[in-house]
């Protein structure tokens, strides 16, 4: 069975104090690890896919990076428009298509 | 582009009744998802769909909950005799590839 755990559950930032959230993961096979951002209300909007260990994504401020046990996204010198819960997915090999989900990281970035 | 659309955005119903969620995916793509988010949890897989093969149900909690896609496009969510436990943000997905992306959600309180 595909796991997910995210840390640290709940993070606050003052703005431009930059800091890492970790998705930890067991995947019999990893077809994909998946990064999204949740507003309050909102549905989830996709960042990034990494496929393979040592692969790295970035956007903006963020960067995602991936091992064979766990992912890393890391946030430089956030902005209060950053506050968001953000949450990881990986989709087995095994697991068809559907994605199994951490229960996300609420970052809060403060002016 | 349209994204993915859901419809209502909020339902509030009384235990036992039947209700009917919707989705239209984005414009192309093959493959639709369902998935619930309730409080204090992660998002849950229920439901997969892809073209025009039998849709893969492992994810439903219950007989209470089915599912169809019609046209290899519109998706409805039916869930029958609601319980109180069913009350959560029902989130639809669609994909080309592997990047899902998800809609708004349907907000469903079971009184």
């Known amino acids: 069975e595909d796991q997910v755990t995210q840390s640290p559950e709940a993070l606050r930032l003052q703005e431009g104090e930059s800091s890492s959230l970790n998705c930890s993961y067991t995947?019999?096979?990893?077809?994909?690890l998946f990064w999204y951002r949740q507003d309050p209300g909102k549905g989830p909007e996709f960042l990034f896919t990494l496929y393979s260990a040592g692969e790295e994504k970035e956007k903006e401020r963020l960067k995602a990076t991936l091992t064979k046990k766990e992912s890393f996204l890391h946030i430089t010198a956030p902005k209060p428009e950053d506050s968001a819960t953000y949450l990881c997915a990986v989709q087995g090999l095994s697991s068809a298509r559907q994605l199994t989900f951490g229960s996300g990281t609420q970052l809060t970035v403060l002016p | 582009g349209a994204g993915v659309s859901q419809s209502p955005s909020n339902k509030v119903t009384e235990k036992g009744k039947d209700v009917e969620l919707r989705c239209d995916p984005i414009?192309?793509?093959?493959?639709l998802y369902w998935y619930r988010q309730s409080l204090g949890q992660g998002l849950e897989f229920l439901i997969y769909f892809q073209g025009n093969s039998a849709p893969d149900k492992s994810g439903l909690p219950s007989d209470r909950f089915s599912a169809e896609r019609t046209g290899g496009s519109v998706s409805t969510l039916t869930i029958q005799r609601t319980q109180q436990e069913d009350s959560a943000v029902y989130l639809c997905?669609?994909?080309?590839?592997?990047?899902?992306?998800f809609g708004p959600g349907t907000r469903l309180t079971v009184l």
């Open positions: 414009s192309g793509h093959t493959a």
């Open positions: 995947v019999s096979g990893l077809r994909g």
């Open positions: 997905a669609s994909s080309h590839g592997d990047t899902q992306y």
